[in-house]
């Protein structure tokens, strides 16, 4: 009898442990507690660096390349020789009109000598042909010599002065073949070397240009912004400013410029706009041409109540909600949802600081209901 007794107490436990297992304790969820925190919702474009000020160098005379004492690479003062063109032609015109434009000086004196002493005939035979000695046809003779003489001292004075405009173009045209740096910069591109023919330099033609200095005090990043994210933006925003070369490191930076129009480039169907970003911090090791990427904060919400994006689902109606866990309990919780960076969102309404909020696992969270029963392991 004990025997049967005890026999049928082990298969009562081992139904209590059965039963025990079998029971319903939850899916096993992730969560994370609401937190107060700063975020920041940002629009990004990626783009090269360039310097704020770059001069194009163009010969504004022809001739060929007799020196180019810099390289790419030099950096050099304004006023510095940068490069000098063959004057030689310039020069042989530069005495040929000062020849020209002495003898058209002694042309006007004799011009205006002899003029001098036409004009003191007809003085002369004008009081002749007042006093009735001298004919009507005599004086008008002398009147009409003296018209033709000071035509010519009028003109001689006109070619005078084109002789003098063409010798003052001529020195002009010939300091220009010695070109000097404009600003302090660095050469970043050389595109001539001696000997080369230059022509004079135009915008649209780019084999007139002989070298590009640019301003290297002062750097800044030039990203593209799609259309969409760039109604977004103003001068002025605070910028977080990602290059390739530093693998961790942030400058930061400032938008400065927004294009106003778009550009689409070719092969794409998006309209993207030029931002220019100024660097707030001067770093020797940034070079022009360095890749980037720009963080523009266009919204900001100091000591937010946030959960991680994860968290937040939408019903078929469009409506925002998460589960927040009330005594191991998932229960269905509508929110109003305010800006975003890459990892939280801001809740407005719906949650207080310290609710409990579950953020996967995805499979788990694609299937639980409002009122399902959780376990985690800890609260984040």
Not at 201 to 225: A, C, Y
């Amino acid at each position: 009898m004990k025997k049967y007794l005890i026999i049928i107490g082990l298969v009562i436990a081992l139904v209590i442990v059965g039963v025990l297992k079998n029971k319903d304790t939850g899916k096993t969820v992730k969560v994370e507690k609401v937190k107060a925190k700063d975020i920041s919702e940002t629009v990004s474009g990626t783009g090269t660096v360039k310097p704020v000020k770059t001069v194009t160098i163009m010969s504004e005379v022809m001739g060929k390349i007799i020196k180019l004492p810099v390289k790419e690479g030099d950096f050099v003062k304004k006023g510095d020789l940068l490069c000098r063109i063959d004057d030689k032609n310039l020069r042989n015109e530069v005495a040929r009109l000062r020849a020209e434009l002495k003898r058209q000086k002694l042309i006007l004196k004799q011009l205006e000598v002899d003029l001098g002493q036409t004009e003191k005939e007809l003085n002369r035979k004008k009081r002749l042909y007042k006093s009735g000695i001298l004919s009507k046809d005599d004086y008008e003779k002398i009147e009409s010599e003296y018209q033709s003489k000071k035509l010519k001292v009028e003109q001689q004075r006109f070619y005078l002065k084109q002789t003098k405009a063409s010798l003052d173009k001529a020195i002009e045209n010939l300091s220009k073949t010695r070109i000097l740096a404009p600003i302090d910069g660095k050469i970043t591109s050389l595109k001539k070397e001696i000997g080369e023919q230059v022509i004079q330099g135009t915008i649209n033609n780019p084999g007139s240009v002989i070298m590009v200095l640019s301003d290297m005090n002062k750097l800044e990043l030039e990203v593209d912004v799609n259309e969409v994210d760039a109604v977004l933006l103003k001068k002025g925003m605070d910028t977080d400013i990602h290059l390739d070369a530093f693998d961790n490191k942030i400058f930061k930076g400032e938008v400065k410029q927004i294009s106003e129009s778009a550009e689409k480039p070719v092969g794409r169907d998006v309209s993207l706009f030029k931002v220019k970003i100024d660097f707030k911090e001067n770093n020797k090791k940034i070079k022009p041409g360095m890749s980037g990427r720009a963080e523009i904060v266009v919204r900001k919400s100091k000591n937010a109540l946030t959960i991680p994006i994860e968290a937040v689902r939408k019903d078929d109606k469009g409506k925002e909600y998460c589960f927040k866990v009330v005594n191991g309990i998932a229960k269905k919780t509508f929110i109003k949802t305010g800006i975003s960076d890459d990892f939280y969102v801001e809740v407005k309404e719906g949650l207080n600081k310290g609710d409990i909020v579950i953020t996967g696992p995805y499979r788990v969270l694609k299937t639980l209901k409002d009122g399902d029963k959780v376990k985690f392991k800890n609260e984040q």
